[in-house]
């Protein structure tokens, strides 16, 4: 949490901003299967695809196979790049949908998807990384020690807390700015307890 996934893909969608269609949806925990495909859909009938969207439109039936049949037809040719977010929050049966997008992306040309998740999503096999190189993994790993302390030093951080708050934010971008959001004056106390509190909403869980 807090390494700098999100701003990863709003980094993508920066440099591509223009130049091809960009989607971005947040996983949450109560989506489903239709829900994310409707999104899709949505999507791809701005762009003049909507074999999915009439699909959603006229049918009470909602099977993934046909689902996937219509993206296939849509996603032709199309230069589309779609990011989902905080894809550890996927249910089940969201889940089933992003795997069976992510299968389906595997046999076509021009559309790419970034699913960011702090786990490693359960529909990417090692098969599909590994062997195959369908799948793309990157690892983030956060920030070294260098930048760690001059994002500290550029805040205000007293000198003399700045190695102490580099070794405990481990690089991660979110808890430096965390500890030095307080400013120089209350970094010791407001850092810690910041950081501590986003730990107790965000990762115990």
Not at 44 to 50: I, Q, V, Y
């Amino acid at each position: 949490a807090g390494i700098g996934k999100t701003t990863r893909g709003a980094k993508v969608c920066e440099t591509l901003r223009g130049s091809r269609p960009l989607f971005w949806r947040q996983v949450r925990p109560w989506d489903t299967a239709i829900d994310l495909a409707t999104r899709v859909a949505m999507f791809l009938k701005a762009l003049g695809r909507t074999g999915l969207h009439n699909h959603f439109s006229v049918s009470e039936a909602r099977e993934l196979s046909r689902i996937e049949e219509l993206l296939v037809e849509d996603l032709a040719g199309l230069r589309a790049v779609l990011i989902f977010d905080d894809v550890q929050y996927a249910s089940e049966d969201a889940e089933a949908f992003l795997s069976l997008f992510s299968r389906v992306l595997q046999v076509q040309r021009g559309t790419s998807a970034l699913f960011l998740s702090r786990t490693a999503p359960r529909f990417c096999s090692q098969r599909e990384v590994v062997l195959e190189g369908s799948i793309m993994a990157m690892t983030l790993g956060g920030l070294d020690k260098k930048s760690s302390a001059a994002l500290l030093t550029d805040a205000g951080v007293p000198v003399a807390l700045i190695n102490r708050f580099t070794e405990a934010a481990g690089g991660s971008p979110l808890f430096l700015q965390l500890f030095a959001g307080r400013g120089a004056q209350e970094a010791t106390a407001e850092g810690w307890n910041s950081v501590a509190t986003y730990i107790a909403e965000q990762i115990e869980p």
